[in-house]
């Protein structure tokens, strides 16, 4: 029952991250506020990425049974707060809220299964949670679609509402409090500069290239913003008496590797499910519906193999492999999706992203499952939270990143006929133009989505490095209370 409500809360707050990029445009033709549009998806990203640690930590300090209760209620109040919205200002504080309480999920979801699970069970939990967190990635975007069509967009927040309750209440029967009660010191200082750490380069990264120019005063300030807090976070840290990050643990093999592995699936998750539906609804003329459906074999990848990779450490106790081999199979997955182009088929497209998506699978499980498993128990949330933290940050700098270097060579390619298309490329954009044009934009959209992919195979391959050098601990068989 634990797992089950768990999973079910880790999905809808990862479904929020993507459910409505579909709606968006539905949502700004009811509410206006176009120049505000990003920060419906910003606002969202940048408060659960700041939550995660600081639930993990608190996690420790207060129990996770509680601050279940409190992501939970954060999540299910803003969802109905967006949900009632009647002008983007308000929706966007809205998205905040919400995220606030996403953000806890994401973390005390993965943090309660090592309360609850023997270390050599964990990876057939998490492989599922590695499941149902890419699965969001890919199907948010059609259950949002959906919804407006089907209904109207504020059923994409009212959804949760039902779904939290009832997976919320299957984890008060199923989980029981210690009853332990400890006197702790909160590191606010040590807090508030991590916020401002991963608050301005989440900002930079989701805003950088599109709403701002990366040699603007604005980016360059958070830049410095970001470099600064990070500085005084790590003094603050030295000489906290409970920090919120413990330096401690960047001592440790198994959290330093498997925060490296964390960031660089991460990035090539997040690169592969934000273009390749441009490549499929631009340059293959696909409708975003059947786009998204055509993007399941790399879900299908990613369940078979983190199920498979669970399920071996569970036999086996031993992990290490996994990593290896799961790089090993991004390399080869990004590799062909670097020789894609127009005429390429769905079957040869789709076993591309299956290769990926099973190298994904093979990483995902391992990579919090090690280090739950090689930390002291008073340090679990705060270790899992970091993970996450890293995983997050990974997606977000590659999305910024690849999304700079898709659109510079989509213009250079496109050259002056760039005017043509007024700064839009979309499905109803492309229907307007001449036939001519539309094979211009195809070849460039496929021209621009090909060194992503060599970015993401020689990320992989320098993984690989990394992933040699994990050492191993072995699974225990039961829950060890380490460190009491």
């Known amino acids: 029952m634990v797992i089950g409500s768990v999973a079910v809360l880790l999905l809808l707050a990862s479904l929020d991250q993507t459910i409505v990029s579909t709606a968006l445009p539905t949502i700004v033709a009811d509410l206006g506020g176009l120049d505000h549009l990003s920060w419906v998806v910003t606002a969202y990203i940048l408060a659960s990425t700041i939550a995660a640690p600081l639930y993990g930590k608190l996690g420790d300090l207060y129990g996770r049974r509680r601050m279940v209760f409190f992501s939970v209620g954060l999540f299910l109040l803003g969802s109905t707060l967006c949900g009632i919205a009647q002008s983007m200002e308000f929706l966007i504080a809205a998205r905040a809220l919400q995220g606030l309480g996403g953000g806890g999920l994401f973390v005390l979801a993965l943090s309660v299964i090592g ?173 975003p519906t059947v786009s998204g459906l055509l993007l399941i074999p790399l879900t299908v990848g990613i369940l078979i193999a983190s199920t498979s990779a669970g399920q071996f450490m569970g036999r086996t106790g031993r992990y290490r492999v996994l990593p290896m081999f799961g790089m090993g199979l991004i390399v080869a997955g990004a590799l062909l999706l670097t020789q894609i182009a127009r005429d390429t088929g769905m079957v040869g497209f789709g076993l591309s992203i299956a290769v990926l998506g099973l190298g994904l699978g093979c990483i995902f499980p391992v990579v919090t499952t090690a280090v739950q498993n090689a930390v002291p128990r008073a340090q679990l949330g705060t270790a899992t939270a970091a993970g996450v933290m890293f995983r997050q940050v990974g997606g977000s700098l590659a999305v910024a990143v690849f999304g700079a270097m898709f659109a510079g060579r989509m213009a250079d390619v496109l050259g002056d006929r760039a005017a043509e298309l007024g700064g839009e490329i979309g499905p109803q954009i492309m229907a307007t133009l001449t036939p001519e044009l539309q094979d211009t934009v195809a070849t460039a959209i496929v021209t621009a989505i090909h060194p992503i992919f060599w970015i993401v195979a020689a990320m992989a391959l320098v993984g690989l490095g990394f992933a040699q050098l994990l050492r191993e601990v072995p699974l225990e068989s039961r829950v060890v209370p380490k460190g009491e």
């Open 115 to 287: 309360d609850v699970i023997p270390p050599r069970d964990r990876g057939k939990i998490q492989g599922v949670f590695a499941g149902v967190f890419s699965l969001s990635a890919v199907m948010g975007p059609l259950l949002g679609g959906w919804f407006v069509d089907a209904f109207s967009w504020h059923w994409i927040f009212f959804i949760n509402l039902p779904l939290g309750a009832l997976a919320v209440a299957g984890f008060a029967i199923g989980f029981s409090a210690t009853g332990k009660r400890a006197s702790h010191k909160i590191d606010w200082a040590g807090a508030a500069a991590l916020t401002l750490a991963l608050g301005s380069l989440t900002l930079v990264t989701s805003l950088g290239g599109r709403s701002i120019e990366w040699a603007s005063p604005s980016a360059l300030g958070l830049i410095a913003l970001c470099a600064a807090s990070t500085a005084a976070f790590i003094a603050i840290e030295q000489r906290a008496a409970e920090p919120i990050l413990p330096l401690s643990l960047f001592t440790q093999n198994v959290f330093v590797f498997t925060s490296i592995l964390g960031f660089i699936t991460g990035a090539a998750l997040f690169g592969a499910v934000t273009f390749l539906p441009l490549y499929l609804q631009i340059a293959k003329g696909i409708t």
